[in-house]
């Protein structure tokens, strides 16, 4: 099976812009989540979704936001980009809506550099 | 905030040598995971472990799991070079409005030939 796939994988935007990542999980898959990895806050939830709804929603402001498909495929949305939202963005995808049940599986990830 | 912390920060080890690392969480788990990284790259899956199980091997890794303590030790026995990597301990949490995993800091484990 193939894994979790993120597009793009690098990305360089400005302050303001905002910008649209792609995660498709593995085939059969049903749970996607995305974390955010930085340097001083290091790995934090941003949301999960299963079945096209957000199960759960991380400590983060409204810029963020995603969505999910039909196909399980899942997008992530930062808007009105700030320095701050440089990050390497990791999606995950798992068996089953209780994600934390089972093992889940990484993408390679989004590096987002905002200038 | 993170809900795991780890222990130590860093580690520095010779080839063939055990290295162990130490996870430590504050609020009731479902199940506890250890991950690792290369370089800033995607997080790889290593062993699960349930509230309910003690001990687990996969490999050349063990896993503890004490749950009065709140705690958790991963253990790779005969190390390599390759094994240089970041390693994650992740708490997985049965929350209302679905599941989450929240990441310790991590251990950035250096295995020197």
């Known amino acids: 099976k193939a894994g979790v796939t993120q597009t793009p994988r690098y990305l360089i935007k400005t302050r303001g812009q905002q910008v649209t990542l792609s995660c498709s999980p593995i085939?059969?898959?049903?749970?996607v989540s995305w974390y955010q990895q930085t340097p001083g806050q290091g790995l934090q939830f941003l949301f999960e979704?299963?079945?096209?709804?957000?199960?759960n929603k991380g400590n983060f402001p409204g810029r963020f936001s995603g969505r999910q498909f039909s196909n399980s495929r899942s997008e992530m949305n930062v808007s009105t980009l700030e320095l701050g939202d440089s990050a390497l963005y990791l999606c995950?995808?798992?068996?089953?809506?209780?994600?934390?049940?089972?093992?889940?599986?990484f993408g390679p990830g989004t590096r987002l550099t905002v200038l | 905030s993170q809900q795991g912390e780890e222990d130590p920060q860093a580690l520095s080890i010779q080839e063939g040598e055990n290295a162990t690392m130490n996870c430590s969480y504050k609020t009731s788990i479902n199940n506890l995971q250890w991950y690792r990284q290369n370089s800033g790259r995607g997080l790889v899956h290593l062993i699960l472990i349930r509230s309910n199980e003690r001990e687990k091997h996969s490999g050349r890794l063990r896993v503890t799991l004490d749950t009065s303590k709140k705690s958790s030790s991963l253990l790779i026995t005969a190390s390599r070079a390759a094994d240089t990597a970041s390693y994650f301990c992740a708490t997985g949490l049965l929350e209302t409005s679905g599941s989450r995993l929240t990441f310790g800091e991590g251990t950035q484990l250096t295995v020197n030939p």
């Open positions: 085939s059969g898959h049903r749970s």
């Open positions: 995950a995808s798992s068996l089953e809506a209780s994600g934390s049940y089972n093992e889940q599986f």
């Open positions: 979704y299963f079945s096209e709804t957000q199960r």
